[in-house]
T-cell receptor
Framework: GAVVSQHPSWVICKSGTSVKIECRSLDFQATTMFWYRQFPKQSLMLMATSNEGSKATYEQGVEKDKFLINHASLTLSTLTVTSAHPEDSSFYIC??????????FGQGTRLTVV | AQSVAQPEDQVNVAEGNPLTVKCTYSVSGNPYLFWYVQYPNRGLQFLLKYITGDNLVKGSYGFEAEFNKSQTSFHLKKPSALVSDSALYFCAVRERYSGAGSYQLTFGKGTKLSVIP
């Protein structure tokens, strides 16, 4: 089956630094990748949709300069949280799809900003 | 706009008893409906989906869900609950035609299932 891998699984960073999260489709070429954010005991909130080779489409209220998304290849998308602050601490999940398939989800990344 | 409601924050059920996790949806067109399960600090695992055809959909780990168009519901069910089924369950929806083909899912807020030994 299609596998989506996120790295790292968890990261702790200091306030003011930037952190990059990778999302890879391991056995398929992902035409579209999605980035979600999940707060404790809450649902997944779509942050942005990215298509390979084009700029990401951000959801309303998501700061594109703070959450930089790069989808440089058909198997890799990255989310960079710039100048992270404690309120950015969250669980970030990516998903990827190709052709007419539904999305496959990564295992998530727990970001803690201290 | 599409939306999903999961009216129960938590469902408790005794091991061996049947379980139901409720979901209702709202879309302007025909829906694609999904159930996912999430274990602590993990991503989402796909359980099942309804696209078209038989209203009763069977999925992974013995789960099934029934699509009811008149009630706009897609409740998740299992005849006999296991302790290992304890997790967070999400219902999701997208319209059958997403225009730009973005395949964006809208998730419910999740229901925590606790199966008591």
């Amino acid at each position: 089956g299609a596998v989506v891998s996120q790295h790292p699984s968890w990261v702790i960073c200091k306030s003011g630094t930037s952190v990059k999260i990778e999302c890879r489709s391991l056995d398929f070429q992902a035409t579209t990748m999605f980035w979600y954010r999940q707060f404790p005991k809450q649902s997944l909130m779509l942050m942005a949709t990215s298509n390979e080779g084009s700029k990401a489409t951000y959801e309303q209220g998501v700061e594109k300069d703070k959450f930089l998304i790069n989808h440089a290849s058909l198997t890799l998308s990255t989310l960079t949280v710039t100048s992270a602050h404690p309120e950015d601490s969250s669980f970030y999940i990516c998903s990827a799809r190709y052709g007419n398939t539904e999305a496959f989800f990564g295992q998530g990344t727990r970001l803690t900003v201290v | 706009a599409q939306s999903v409601a999961q009216p129960e924050d938590q469902v408790n059920v005794a091991e061996g008893n049947p379980l139901t996790v409720k979901c209702t949806y709202s879309v302007s067109g025909n829906p694609y409906l999904f159930w996912y399960v999430q274990y602590p600090n993990r991503g989402l695992q796909f359980l099942l989906k309804y696209i078209t055809g038989d209203n009763l959909v069977k999925g992974s780990y013995g789960f099934e869900a029934e699509f009811n168009k008149s009630q706009t519901s897609f409740h998740l069910k299992k005849p006999s609950a296991l302790v290992s089924d304890s997790a967070l369950y999400f219902c999701a929806v997208r319209e059958r035609y997403s225009g730009a083909g973005s395949y964006q899912l809208t998730f419910g807020k999740g229901t925590k299932l606790s199966v008591i030994p």
